[in-house]
């Protein structure tokens, strides 16, 4: 009677797991989709949890020197970035003709008494290209060239 008794309750306990595996599965046989996405929630925060634990955190000492050595390196790698920038300008500059250094002069083409008046003319525009222009500036700078 005892084997009868316990294959009974074995049969109600597997229709009692059907039962509830029916109210949350799907067709597929899978939870349906809420159950499912909070259940892999819970996953995660459980494998987060475990993971935050295995970090070793680093000591002061090491902390310094780790950045001092991003520090050089950052210079390091900057002033050569900086090396091939500079160099390529210089190229591009000599391949095109261009010399920064190089100031025309209207002074040298004209001779005799324009020569004068080219002078003035040159050294107005430079103080107007310098300073903020100014009413007093820009007068001169149209006399001149009227003249």
Partial sequence: MAKDQNAEAAKKVAEAEKSSKKKVAG???QPNAFARFFKKIGQFFKDLKGETKKIIWPDAK?????T????????IIGA?????????????????????????SA???LPGEEEA???VVTEAATEAATEAPTEAATEAVTEAVSE
Avoid at 68 to 75: A, D, L, Y
Wanted: cysteine-free.
């Fill in 27 to 29: 067709k597929d046989g």
């Fill in 62 to 66: 090491t902390v310094w020197k780790s």
């Fill in 68 to 75: 001092g050595v991003v520090i050089v390196v950052v210079i």
């Fill in 80 to 104: 050569g970035i900086w090396l091939v920038d500079f160099g390529l300008s210089k190229g591009i500059d000599v391949v095109l003709g261009i010399n920064v250094n190089e100031t025309t």
């Fill in 107 to 109: 002074v040298a083409e």
């Fill in 117 to 119: 008046e080219a002078e």
